[in-house]
């Protein structure tokens, strides 16, 4: 369960990383050590035969760009220009059999703060078998 870090705007703490909620336009989340260096950047990805079922799904669907390529090559710049800066960055693949069930699981929406939750939660659990 993510706790509020009050001691840093934008953060929240787990047991052992700082998450970071960031509003940039690809959906990252920075999962941070406890000395806050940035262990893992956690990207929403889709595959291109999931894009319109999961924008259709999506209750904020309307704010993603029209179609699947358009969307990969803005997802694809922001994350090049954030391994080019030394960030790991962890796709974080949609399914939309299975995603409206974690959102309910997880308490939270199927929109852009659901989205991220869901990045964060998988840079998590990669972080966590490494």
Not at 11 to 27: A, C, D, G, I, Q
Not at 28 to 44: K, P, W, Y
Not at 77 to 96: C, F, H, M, N, W
Request: with cysteine; hydrophobic share 40%.
């Amino acid at each position: 369960m993510l706790r509020s870090c009050p001691e840093v705007q934008g953060f929240e703490r787990t047991s052992k990383y700082l998450v970071y909620y960031p509003s940039f336009n690809f959906r990252e989340q920075m999962v941070a050590n406890q000395d806050n260096q940035i262990a893992a950047l956690g990207m929403v990805w889709y595959r291109e035969n999931d894009y319109d079922r999961l924008k259709a799904m999506f209750e904020d669907g309307d704010k993603l760009p029209g179609t699947f390529l358009r969307w990969q090559d803005q997802a694809e710049q922001g994350r090049k220009k954030l391994s080019r800066e030394g960030k790991t960055v962890i796709k974080a693949y949609i399914d939309p059999e299975t995603f409206p069930e974690w959102c309910a699981a997880n308490g939270h929406r199927v929109d852009a703060a659901g989205r991220m939750a869901f990045a964060n939660a998988e840079a998590y659990r990669v972080l966590m078998k490494m």
